[in-house]
Antibody
Framework: QVQLVQSGAEVKKPGASVKVSCRAS????????ISWVRQAPGQGLEWMGW????????NYAQKFQGRVTITTDTSTSTASMELRSLRSDDTAVYYC???????????????WGQGTLVTVSS | DVVLTQSPLSLPVTLGQPASISCRSS???????????LSWFQQRPGQSPRRLIY???NRDSGVPDRFSGSGSATDFTLKISRVEAEDVGVYYC????????FGGGTKVEIK
């Protein structure tokens, strides 16, 4: 069965960077992409960006352009999301989700990871 | 950005009664492939979101048939034919036709 297992909770200081990983299993990793979505405490869902595992193409939400980088390691079927210059309002649960493999399809988020809480506090 | 407006914000429902959630888009959600990428997600307290419906009306595997989706272009609806206790949570619509955006969420609770 499809599983996405994320790395553990992180506590960071303002200005630092965080890298969250997402290990996929139960499907052919190269045939799909991965999107990252975050949820601030008590708030809704916000898409951050997407990567095609096949060719490494990325799309980032304008809000995070220049501050986020999404990568994949096909040897370990792992996707990672790095967010830099952290602020207190980046405190949120970060989710990875399996997604479209290329632009021939719209985005679809069919399976999600368990979430990783990132707390930014001085 | 495409704005999705969900209503109502809160939906108290009696067990066994139907429930309906509306999602209106600021733009048409028909993609270049002719499909409409409007999905519905359920988020139970303390859990990750779970997709229920994709491309407007297709139920995901394992989703009870009391959940149904309908609509077209800019106006969409999620219906629960008979609400059960396990349906409590927040429901989000999401469009994947352009940069993905989510509706603000509808909290379903039991009266």
């Amino acid at each position: 069965q499809v599983q996405l297992v994320q790395s553990g909770a992180e506590v960071k200081k303002p200005g630092a960077s965080v890298k969250v990983s997402c290990r996929a299993s139960g499907y052919t990793f190269n045939n799909y992409g991965i999107s990252w979505v975050r949820q601030a405490p008590g708030q809704g869902l916000e898409w951050m960006g997407w990567i095609s595992v096949y060719n490494g193409n990325t799309n980032y939400a304008q809000k995070f352009q220049g501050r986020v980088t999404i990568t994949t390691d096909t040897s370990t079927s792992t996707a990672s999301m790095e967010l830099r210059s952290l602020r207190s309002d980046d405190t949120a649960v970060y989710y990875c989700a399996r997604d479209r493999g290329n632009i021939l399809s719209g985005y679809f988020f069919d399976f999600w990871g368990q979430g990783t809480l990132v707390t930014v506090s001085s | 950005d495409v704005v999705l407006t969900q209503s109502p914000l809160s939906l108290p429902v009696t067990l066994g009664q139907p429930a309906s959630i509306s999602c209106r888009s600021s733009q048409s959600l028909v993609y270049i492939d002719g499909d409409t990428y409007l999905s519905w997600f359920q988020q139970r307290p303390g859990q990750s979101p779970r997709r229920l419906i994709y491309k407007v009306s297709n139920r995901d595997s394992g989703v009870p048939d009391r959940f149904s989706g309908s609509g077209s272009a800019t106006d969409f609806t999620l219906k629960i034919s008979r609400v059960e206790a396990e349906d409590v949570g927040v429901y989000y619509c999401m469009q994947g036709t352009r940069w993905p955006t989510f509706g603000g969420g509808t909290k379903v609770e039991i009266k």
